[in-house]
C-alpha cells in the first residue's frame, strides 16, 4: 500500500505558475506508475498527467501539453507536477495518484486546491 499527500496548491494569477507535490510512503516507490487527476466544480474528475515509474515516460492530457511538466525522484518518494502559463480553466482540486505495476489507479490523496484566477 501507499498513502499519499498533495501540497503546493494555491491562488494565483493567469499566466502564473504553481508547483505541486505529491509524498508518498510505503515501499517500492518506483513500482507505481504516478498520475495527477483534477474536478472542476460540477466537472467530473479528468486525468492531466502520469509518469512511469522509471520516469522515463509521461503522458499529458492534450489541454495542459507544454505548459505542464511532471516528474518524480524516487529516492525522496515524490512526484511533481510543475505548472506554468496558468489559465483560468486549469481552476480544480488537484489529485494525485498511484497505480501498482499499471493495475489501474487505485490510490488516491486528498487533493489540493488550484484557483488561478485575476
Known amino acids: 500500500q501507499v498513502q499519499l499527500v498533495e501540497s503546493g496548491g494555491g491562488l494565483v494569477q493567469p499566466g502564473e505558475s504553481l508547483r505541486l507535490s505529491c509524498a508518498a510512503s510505503?515501499?517500492?516507490?518506483?513500482?507505481?506508475?504516478m498520475g495527477w487527476f483534477r474536478q472542476a466544480p460540477g466537472k467530473e474528475r479528468e486525468f492531466v498527467a502520469s509518469?512511469?515509474?522509471?520516469?522515463?515516460?509521461?503522458s499529458y492530457v492534450d489541454s495542459v501539453k507544454g505548459r505542464f511538466t511532471l516528474s518524480r525522484d524516487n529516492a525522496k518518494n515524490t512526484v511533481c507536477l510543475q505548472m506554468d502559463s496558468l489559465k483560468p480553466e486549469d481552476t480544480a482540486v488537484y489529485y494525485c495518484a498511484a497505480s501498482f505495476l499499471n493495475h489501474g489507479y487505485k490510490y488516491w490523496g486528498q487533493g489540493t486546491q488550484v484557483t488561478v484566477s485575476s
Open positions: 510505503g515501499r517500492s516507490f518506483s513500482n507505481y506508475r
Open positions: 509518469i512511469s515509474g522509471s520516469g522515463g515516460d509521461t
